[in-house]
């Protein structure tokens, strides 16, 4: 790998389990789409460009203006292979090597029609996605929204409101994200969110968009939406929780198993069953039920004040 050099700039990515990234494109066409991948998920360009070499554990101080970090850097290094019909998927749902080094190579697809783009963006976000569920995170199919530095995922299938309940909510709550959201464990075991972008708005000529990844929030609550005739909430346990967390994480990570074998498949299944349940055991978790007009962030700010128990 010690010919491929950087093509333009180099981004960072830090996110609250103390994983750092370094991305860079390898070609041409490669720095394009990480352009358009680090515009969207507002990543700060590195300033004076850091080498792509192997990585070493530790703790590790930023630069001025880079977010603090620790552990291994990840160094990921975007190619684009020349275009073939028949080529097999992208090589970065391959297992990556981070035991090794730290460092990976992503070979996307050349792209002729006009989805391409955002089959090549969802690609290289599911990579940070993959390597942080090995760390106890999870993808989920859910909202992200704050309130005073309280952060809750407004979780449902698609078309059933979680961008118009997003749109919905009042300040001072701020709508992060409406469609997926990355929750990660850190080393002290608490959960935070990261806002996660809504690839979709890059199809069918669509201009996209901006999400501030970066800004993780700790992790509170998690609400399952429900249409109702009126607003209330329920908790749920743990065991219940779960099984809701399952058809979100599914619908949210269904292509980070392509590519690998039925063994890694199952690997990679279980693991993030396993992550699923350690969150449902740390965060609450509710049924929303919330009708069309009523003030269901109420509902919300009372379960955040009181807790599950006392709200039962």
Known sequence: ???????????????????????AAGDGEAA???????????????????????????????GEGEPPHSGIVRRLLVLVAAHN????????????????????????????????????LMELSLIFARDAQTRGAVLLHGALAEKAGAGVILAAPGGT????????????WRSLCDDATLAVR????????????????FLWGETGGAWDVQNAVPLKGIFFLSRAVEDRV???????????????????SQLMARGLSKEETRALNLERFNNLCA??????????????????????????????????
């Not at 409101?161 to 001072?172: D, E, F, V, Y």
Request: with cysteine; aromatic share 8%; glycine share 8%.
């Open 1 to 23: 790998m010690n010919y491929l050099l950087p093509q333009g700039l180099q981004h960072t990515l830090v996110l609250a389990d103390g994983s750092r990234w370094v991305i």
């Open 32 to 62: 394009s789409i990480v352009s358009q991948l680090c515009e969207a998920m507002q990543l700060r360009v590195m300033s004076p460009p850091a080498s792509l070499s192997p990585a070493t554990s530790g703790t590790s101080t930023a």
């Open 85 to 120: 019909p028949e080529a097999p998927p992208a090589t970065c749902y391959a297992p990556l090597p981070f035991e090794d080094d730290g460092f990976a190579v992503c070979v996307l697809r050349s792209f002729t029609h006009s989805d391409g783009l955002y089959i090549q």
């Open 161 to 172: 409101g979680k961008t118009t309940a997003s749109g919905r909510l009042p300040a001072p």
């Open 186 to 201: 850190d080393p002290q075991g608490n959960y935070w969110a990261h806002p996660w972008p809504t690839w979709s708005h």
């Open 234 to 252: 329920e908790p749920v346990g743990p065991g219940h929780a779960v099984s809701l967390l399952v058809e979100c994480a599914k619908q949210a």
């Open 279 to 312: 969150l449902a055991r740390a965060v609450p978790a509710y049924i929303l039920s919330i009708s069309l007009t009523g003030a269901f962030w109420q509902e919300i700010e009372r379960m955040l004040e009181v807790g599950p128990r006392e709200g039962t």
